[in-house]
């Protein structure tokens, strides 16, 4: 399912959208790597990434930052020597929507399994 909602495209959310429910978004959490997490509130995506080192780190954030530009979907990035957390949240709807998930799906492709 996780190629499912990697392949799709991010809508805009406008007026009249609502965030998920915390069940669509548990449901849809599934379909990713097993480090992304829900926070509890149900208003937040989220993920860190580990890197041996700073370069690979940036590689990884730059190509993060790729994904954001082409879905106009952008998440809060906070990197550091080995480490980039990656935080999606849709601010229109405050709350999470799809393109959140389409954006962490799209994310995991970034990491081969066996790096995972």
């Known amino acids: 399912m996780s190629e499912d909602l990697a392949n799709r495209r991010c809508k805009p959310c406008g ?6 429910k915390m069940v669509q978004s ?3 959490l599934r379909a990713l790597h097993a480090d992304w997490a829900v ?7 989220s993920r860190t990434f580990a ?3 700073y370069g ?5 954030t730059n190509a993060v ?8 979907h952008h998440p809060v990035l906070v990197v550091s020597y080995g480490t980039c957390e ?10 999470l929507s799809d393109n959140d998930f389409i ?9 081969p399994a066996a790096a995972q």
């Open 86 to 95: 990656v935080n999606y949240t849709t601010h229109a709807i405050n709350g």
């Open 56 to 60: 690979r780190t940036l590689e990884f």
């Open 103 to 111: 954006c962490a799906a799209k994310i995991d492709r970034l990491i």
């Open 51 to 53: 890197f041996p080192e």
């Open 15 to 20: 007026s009249g959208v609502q965030p998920l």
């Open 65 to 72: 930052a790729s994904i954001a530009i082409d879905a106009d």
């Open 39 to 45: 926070s509890e509130d149900g208003r937040e995506l």
């Open 26 to 28: 548990l449901t849809l």
